[in-house]
């Protein structure tokens, strides 16, 4: 039997943000953006192990609500760090431990995703592929194509550009999903500015090449207040 | 003092969307898209010429549109091609001839843009822009930033891909304005696949390469059900 986990990494920014509540915070059809986001997993796999990273201004916080909501899905909550590299890490080290107390070949057979705490919208047949594909391959990330035109920057001169064919590139998603063994190695290295997601880290390591699966438009981050509406109507219509 | 004239395109695909009405007419705050978007540039220029390009077989439709909306925003319709390239070709033939019933000089101090129809929210602040910028540069057109993650095919293999920086990447949004010669010389090219927009015809062409001005997250272009949930949201606010 396959052990799962997921890190769900829930927002460094935090109450930073001002006085506005952190997206992972606002209420999303009569529930916080992260209960929908943990509920996702749990609704996948009851088994699967879930880790909150969390800014530790926002522990109390989240306590709270989850009393308040009467959230009862299991998951352990881990302080975050500097950067989103520094949370997934902190994730890793508690999976680690975990995985060290029990036989010799611990890792065998375990694997970890990643996903962003403010991507409430992934849906149960996505996550499956992620991580049913994950175990052929030993990594898998969702990808979904860009419909717009894309230029790239030259660099020579401010403000000129180059057409590039747009057909070639893709968004990156998550959950992105590993080999436990592989991704808590990866987690090793020192930490790099490029290390924007999991699969660069995993890639800079040299142990495996992830391979992609289609990923869902649906599945958006939340960043802006555009996006929250975007989710509001796509929950709406879910429903 | 500046001749100004846009071309917008409305949907080569038209009726053939099949029961739906297609994008450009649906009802949106009241009135159909693309009276929205006429309306954006006779709001930044009373004095701009507007040319409308539609399939042969929506203008009974939109003239009856026109008249049951009351919609007075002086234009002239254009019928369409059969790609945006054709669509636009055939825009700027009904241009060249008006202006070539002037004096000699006849293309000094004109700028032409072309606009998507399905983007009634570009803003008036944007339209001045990128035709203030045309005017100095030759042609012009806005962009924005992408903010997923971005990965490239490699085209070696099937499902895998590199990372590249996002910050070195941008969208490509309307108008695209050039200096009226160019444009049209332009677009006497034969036509070619990678045509996606104004600015792939004029760089093609070589004679000049156009300069980019900050677009806006907002002016979306409206293709899905969710990109018209989305316009619907950015209206209200706006109102």
């Known amino acids: ?86 949370s997934v890490k902190n994730g890793l080290s508690l999976i680690e431990k975990q995985l060290a107390a029990k036989e010799q070949n611990w890792m065998d057979n375990v694997l970890i995703g990643v996903h962003d705490g403010v991507r409430p919208l992934v849906s149960k047949s996505l996550i499956a592929r992620t991580y049913e594909q994950a175990t052929l391959e030993k990594g898998a990330y969702p990808i979904i194509p860009v419909t717009d035109s894309l230029r790239k920057s030259t660099g020579a001169t ?12 893709f968004l990156v998603q998550t959950p992105q999903v590993f080999w436990a063994d592989l991704l808590i190695a990866a987690y090793k290295q020192d930490y790099k500015e490029e290390f924007t997601d999991d699969v660069s880290v995993v890639e800079a390591a040299g142990t495996c090449h992830p391979t992609t699966v289609e990923g869902k438009r649906e599945n958006l981050k939340i960043t802006t207040p555009i996006d929250f509406a975007i989710a509001q109507i796509l929950m709406k219509c879910k429903t």
């Not at 915070?25 to 909150?52: E, K, N, S, W």
Request: hydrophobic share 40%; with cysteine; charged share 25%.
């Open 158 to 169: 401010a403000k000129k550009f180059v057409s590039v064919d747009r057909s070639k590139y």
């Open 1 to 86: 039997m396959q052990d799962k986990y997921v890190i769900i990494v829930a927002g460094g920014k935090g109450l930073r943000m001002g006085s506005d509540s952190p997206k992972q915070f606002q209420v999303l059809c009569g529930r916080p953006v992260l209960m929908h986001t943990l509920d996702a997993f749990y609704d996948y796999d009851r088994a699967i192990r879930i880790i909150l990273v969390l800014p530790d201004v926002q522990m109390v916080y989240w306590k709270n609500l989850c009393t308040d909501y009467d959230f009862n899905i299991p998951h352990v909550v881990v302080s975050g760090g500097e950067t989103r590299f520094h």
